[in-house]
């Protein structure tokens, strides 16, 4: 059985921090215009849950990556809506698309087996 290769592990981890310093953009952008205390303490938590994911699939925690998986298939589900929902505003869709896509490539790349037969 192949198993991840070790920098693959890395590369997702690293695209889920950018993704998450994406995030924190699009929050910071519009903190003063459309947020909340809830939404402020959703944002919070959530980018703490991400961070903590990523440091424990670079650490190569097979349940990390199977708990990203999973909110990875619900950030694919939800995104038409939340793109539709962000329509007004051409530039927080963008981000958010942008860093979706890099959550995705970080999916991809957590559970891409090597393909050489060398370690």
């Given amino acids: 059985m192949a198993l991840i290769p070790k920098e693959n592990l890395v590369k997702a981890s690293n695209m889920i921090f ?3 310093v994406l995030a924190t953009v699009r929050f910071l952008i519009y903190l003063f215009e459309k947020t909340n ?4 303490i959703t944002f919070i938590v ?7 994911l990523a440091f424990f699939i670079r650490v190569g925690f ?3 990556r199977w708990f990203y998986f999973l909110l990875l298939i619900v950030a694919v589900l939800v995104s038409p809506f939340t793109v539709f929902a962000l329509a007004s505003d051409i530039l927080a869709a ?3 698309t942008f860093q979706l896509i890099l959550q995705i490539y970080a999916g991809i790349l ?3 087996k090597r393909e050489s ?3």
């Fill in 110 to 112: 957590m559970f891409r």
């Fill in 18 to 20: 950018i993704g998450m």
């Fill in 62 to 64: 097979e349940w990390a």
């Fill in 117 to 119: 037969g060398y370690n």
């Fill in 46 to 52: 959530s980018i703490g849950l991400y961070l903590v």
């Fill in 37 to 40: 205390s809830t939404t402020t």
């Fill in 94 to 96: 963008m981000l958010y």
